[in-house]
């Protein structure tokens, strides 16, 4: 739905698409949110009214235009409505990550210099209160949801009905205010403050203006022809730019409705019964829904598992090719049908996605088995390529023209250039404003032609014409031989394994490559219970033999098909290991999105990478482990070092490397 | 909290005002709802409880706590009137208490959980809360079957206050599991859901916390706290977990071989001798 290019142009900030929205669509749900059992909805129009006065109540305790106001907490309506609220106020919103603890929601509180902290719950209102000292410029807390909170000194704690009704008692003169500052917003204002994971070191806040959020938001909803019949579920961390675009840029934009989940733990549930036609998800759960759905089916009768081989044979065969809409033979055709009224329907409908139109995965690369399992169903699922620093989109791939391999062609007004070093460079309408008081950052990452090097290796697909990611340009490196080494791309074959959940491999400037692997629980722990192994934690069966052999098969298949690269054969492992425990982000090692933090990892198990380069058959480690309280622990464990068999070039002879 | 003086101050002073007023008052500990006075307990020739005498005030978290054998279960079955006990007086809500039918126990306004999780296995979660409404519905069993009129809007009114219960539990998640497939500390919190459906006067709770690993803990003692604060329920509870108890309640009445040895709040408790040779046994030199 586009309303015009003149009109597009006056709506350029999300308290003025607010408005034309709840003119246009008044009586349509904007919102919904799971609470009793049941699911609540509110109107364009209540959503109007509710951020109008929840604005009004941040007014009335005292928010000025050019402060900041920190959102934390899961997907709820209110935490959106607040976003738009500060911005009534010309304010700039900033989502915090709300499974940080105390220390890392620290540090961005205290270098956005945010005034008021609006928090779900009372685990978030203690985690800003126990460094509010460090806050000097905080000076509202305001809470959603009052439980356990009651005893609290209110002084400067709120709840939001509280903020509301203050904004009420005042009505008359504060509305006249909201209205003058939303008539003066402009394009190029500040729209929000997203803190990136931080891969590399202390995150950075990414300034995004309107124009940045609003235009890429446009452009990408025409690019799949967004509704505003589509219904997304709003399920990702609010403080991650995909969420804000999505649930925020792309709903206001188009005017579709965002759903919210009962809780984190309900989310599959709740996502079957919205049954969502505009989806996002990064690979990893995707992974996760299909490893469930094995999982279910091994322990299905016979009759039913049989007929699930059948068709999803057949759906493998035939599938995607029906989707892009290719020629398919008519008996081909007639089974896929068969297929889609015994399997393929009701599964897609266990699964939430029966009504997916645009179904997006973004973010790591995702197993090509996984990617073409989901195609082969119906569902148009796609890779698009994009970063914080882009407003998300650099590339996307158009309806028709999917690959596993590549991530699409640039989106919308992107140009993108590829450097000698290989290295993607891009220019787009989303490009940020600036990294928030870090000019030295900004001026490394963006160059005066408003260039933006994303820090990816990659190339331009000649058969596809559509950009194909290799790995982080600083992370390929030289093997000691000076042979290439690319250790994301070994990773993300490993990872598609079932058994292996994350891996991390290390080989520059050495001879040779070693890996760290962690195992997937859920998928391990079935298989366990299947063939009867008995093990009392994650520990133990991390250490089980019949695990290590069954991970080091999968080692070595990945190794096989290394070996065929002409340009990464040396990448193939030559010894393994599996870490006691999962790489966690409260201990750092991993960001909040889930990415491995390569360095940390690697100095913090310094010890077991010299053991499996010296050739030891086992090594001691200890490490300490931080809790979700912030409290910290340490665990030590023994672990089992093992060799894999590497591969020559085309002859598929094997040889130990030992 | 580190509110100071002066930061307040720096507020709007209207607001500061209303905020103050807005801030709920901090709880309070009323008149004794439940008075025992010289409670003895025979069972045959064994004595499990001798001339005991406490009460439970309104509003408050009491623990009850003691070795093993010491009692403990049994004083709670005395409470919630499943043993009635040869000598002593039982004072409830302004009554004195005389032996009670399993029905008039129910109807009372005191619901427990027990220490060996009691729940229907086979049914959900929701329904295993619904049932601790049970005591509270009053259409017929002939209009229930027909599920109609009244019968159709008491059960909505049931399941919103179990709606509430659950999002208050956090378990909706498990909203349709059958418990038996639960872990034990979920299994406990739905116990403690059924016991919050009936809506008591009193809570008594049979060692919440056993078998749980700490993070589990911490979340019971959460939620019993949250119950506490939020619905005003006054709660007995018997726990093995000292550093627990000491935490959360408000006042600890100890037993030993079935007479009381202490009583008084965590603090007096902590630094009371009688408890400390109970607990830690004393050398016989």
Redesign the interface.
Known sequence: MTRGAALDSALDTFPKLLEDNARRFGDRPANREK????WQSWTWREVRDGTRALAMGFM???LEPGEHVAIIGKNRPKLYWSMIASQYCGATPVPVYQDAVAEEMAFVLEHAEVVFAVCEDQEQVDKV?AV??RLPKLRHVIYLDP??L??????????ME?VER?GQDRRAELEPRIDAIRDAGKGSDTCVMLYTSGTTGRSKGVVLSNDNVIVTARGAAQFDDLRETDSVLAYLPMAWVGDFVFSVGQAYVVGFCVSCP??Q??MM?DLKEIGPTYFFAPPRIFETILTNVAIRMEDAGRVKKWLYDVFMAHAKKVGPDILDGKPVGLGARLKYWLGELLIYGPLKNVLGFSNVRVGYTAGEAIGPEIFQFYRSLGINLKQLYGQTEATVFITIQPDGQVRADTVGVPGPGVEIRIADNGEVFYRSPGVFQEYYKNPESTADTKDAEGWVATGDAGFIDPESGQLRIIDRAKDVGKMADGSMFAPKFVENKLKFYPPILEAVVFGAGRDRCVAFINIDMAAVGNWAERNNIAYASYQELAAHPQVYAWVQKCIEEVNRDVAQDPMLSGCQIHRFLILHKELDADDGEMTRTRKVRRRIVEERYKPLIDALYAGEPSAYIETEVTYE?GRKGKIAATLELRDVAVFERRSEQGRDAA | MTHTVAEAASDDLEYAVKEIQHGIPPRVIGEPVMEMKHITLRFGGVTAIKDISFDIREGEIRAIIGPNGAGKSSMLNVINGFYHPQEGEIWFRGKKRGPMKPHEIARQGIARTFQNIALFKGMTTLDNIMTGRMTLMKTGMLSQLWWWGRAQAEEIEHREKVERIIDFLEIQHIRKTPVGRLPYGLQKRVELGRALAAEPKLLLLDEPMAGMNVEEKEDMCRFILDVNDEFGTTIALIEHDMGVVMDIADRVVVLDYGKKIGDGTPDEIRNNQEVIDAYLGVSHD
Request: aromatic share 6%; proline share 0%; no cysteine.
């Open positions: 609470e009793f059992g049941i009335a305790l005292g209160l509010k000292d439980r356990g009651r005893k609290y000194d209110h002084t400067t704690l709120h709840s509280h203050l009962e809780s733990e309900t549930a309280d």
